[in-house]
């Protein structure tokens, strides 16, 4: 008698499939880039539209005609450069071996940590550069500012962010001109450049396997119960155990994700912001008032969530001139 085989029922590639540790993304890997700059930066998911553009993608069959294109409005109000970390090499990977703040950081950081009375910034720089040769890494210490977009909170979030540059020493020049100072989108990307999006997942609670794993639905006479909402057989005898990649119940959704080569169409300054904004506002968001992006595509996560853009870690093709946009649709998303 024949065997029969199938494919298991989902992909195990992210299991554990566990609510992320923190609503605000961290990102452990950045891209190499020679120019001195950030490599990353932070904005708030608005919603949905879409815009009427020409195609300007070679080869394609609509190449030079206007099509419409779904795009994720991202708010990217400025960002401030609050600290210097350098990592150093051990055994055991990248250690963390010194921070160096700005002397003069935002009230709002208060919510969020405690910041030092006395602080002496530039004896904490000279003590860096007199040990550079230890350094491998440069990263920036970056904080949102929260109060300026269209979300209901106020304590800004923190993170890292990547530096390009060839050497540590070019790294550190450019973290120090930046040091305190704000940083805008247009500071980082380009009109038609591709970007990673790195963002905590909607959140679906405690799921079944049928949602949770795309099981089949069990035929009416071997459904024992709950209507055939469940696996057929959690395992055999022999091994005598429930093996880790078995569909079970469970959270669902609520992950970190990265989505790659997202494309930016285009980067609005904050006194474009009308393009954008629909009659009555976005849903569940409110009004565009700060810098934004128009990506192609969907996002991950819900409206009002952190979605961190990376410069682009394994580019699909050549960096394109940004298309020509001919209209923004600005109808009202209230009743969709």
Same mark, same amino acid.
């Given at each position: 008698?024949?065997?029969?085989? $199938?494919?298991?029922?989902?992909?195990?590639?992210?299991?554990?499939? =566990?609510?992320?540790?923190? #609503?605000?993304? @961290?990102?452990?890997?950045?891209?190499?880039?020679?120019?001195?700059?950030?490599?990353?930066?932070?904005?708030?998911?608005?919603?949905?539209?879409? &815009?009427?553009?020409?195609?300007?993608?070679?080869?394609?069959?609509?190449?030079?005609?206007?099509?419409?294109?779904?795009?994720?409005?991202?708010?990217?109000?400025?960002?401030?450069?609050?600290?210097? *970390?350098?990592?150093?090499?051990?055994? @055991?990977?990248?250690?963390?071996?010194?921070?160096?703040?700005? $002397?003069?950081?935002?009230?709002?950081?208060?919510?969020?940590?405690?910041?030092?009375?006395?602080? !002496?910034? #530039?004896? $904490?720089?000279?003590?860096? =550069?007199?040990?550079?040769? =230890?350094?491998?890494?440069? *990263?920036?210490?970056?904080?949102? %500012?929260?109060?300026?977009?269209? &979300?209901?909170?106020? =304590?800004? #979030?923190?993170?890292?962010?990547?530096?390009?540059?060839?050497?540590?020493?070019?790294?550190?020049?450019?973290?120090?001109? &930046?040091?305190?100072?704000?940083?805008?989108?247009? !500071?980082?990307?380009?009109?038609?450049?591709?970007?990673?999006?790195?963002?905590?997942?909607?959140?679906?609670?405690?799921?079944?396997?049928?949602?949770?794993?795309?099981?089949?639905?069990?035929?009416?006479?071997?459904?024992?119960?709950? %209507?055939?909402?469940? &696996?057929?057989?959690?395992?055999?005898?022999?091994?005598?155990?429930?093996?880790?990649?078995?569909?079970?119940?469970?959270?669902?959704?609520?992950?970190?994700?990265?989505?790659?080569?997202?494309?930016?169409?285009?980067?609005?300054?904050?006194? $474009?912001?009308?393009?954008?904004?629909?009659?009555?506002?976005?849903? %569940?968001?409110?009004?565009?008032?700060?810098?934004?992006?128009?990506?192609?595509?969907?996002?991950?996560?819900?409206?009002? *969530?952190?979605?961190?853009?990376?410069?682009?870690?394994?580019?699909?093709? %050549?960096?394109?001139?940004?298309?020509?946009?001919?209209?923004?649709?600005?109808?009202?998303?209230?009743?969709?």
């Amino acid at each position: 008698m024949a065997r029969h085989h $199938q494919p298991r029922k989902g992909s195990v590639a992210f299991s554990p499939r =566990k609510r992320a540790a923190r #609503e605000s993304p @961290r990102i452990s890997s950045w891209p190499e880039r020679e120019e001195p700059g950030l490599l990353g930066f932070p904005g708030y998911k608005v919603g949905m539209t879409h &815009v009427t553009q020409t195609d300007n993608t070679k080869n394609s069959p609509t190449e030079g005609m206007e099509i419409s294109t779904a795009v994720t409005v991202v708010e990217t109000p400025p960002i401030v450069v609050m600290g210097i *970390r350098a990592y150093t090499q051990t055994s @055991r990977g990248l250690k963390a071996m010194t921070d160096v703040l700005a $002397q003069d950081m935002d009230e709002d950081l208060k919510r969020k940590i405690s910041i030092p009375v006395e602080y !002496d910034s #530039e004896a $904490q720089l000279a003590s860096l =550069k007199e040990n550079l040769d =230890k350094v491998v890494e440069i *990263r920036a210490l970056i904080h949102t %500012k929260p109060r300026m977009a269209s &979300v209901p909170k106020k =304590k800004p #979030e923190l993170m890292e962010c990547g530096i390009g540059g060839k050497t540590a020493e070019d790294k550190l020049e450019y973290a120090v001109s &930046v040091l305190g100072k704000e940083i805008n989108p247009a !500071d980082v990307f380009a009109d038609g450049e591709h970007t990673d999006a790195v963002a905590v997942t909607k959140g679906k609670g405690f799921q079944g396997v049928i949602k949770r794993w795309g099981v089949r639905i069990q035929y009416g006479k071997a459904a024992r119960s709950s %209507k055939g909402r469940h &696996v057929g057989s959690i395992g055999p005898w022999t091994p005598a155990r429930t093996m880790w990649t078995v569909p079970m119940a469970g959270q669902m959704g609520y992950h970190q994700r990265t989505e790659y080569n997202k494309k930016i169409l285009k980067i609005g300054e904050a006194d $474009q912001a009308d393009e954008v904004n629909p009659e009555g506002g976005f849903v %569940k968001y409110g009004l565009v008032k700060n810098n934004y992006l128009l990506l192609k595509g969907s996002l991950p996560g819900p409206s009002k *969530r952190l979605v961190m853009l990376r410069k682009a870690i394994r580019p699909h093709g %050549k960096h394109d001139d940004a298309p020509q946009i001919s209209y923004i649709s600005t109808a009202s998303k209230q009743g969709v």
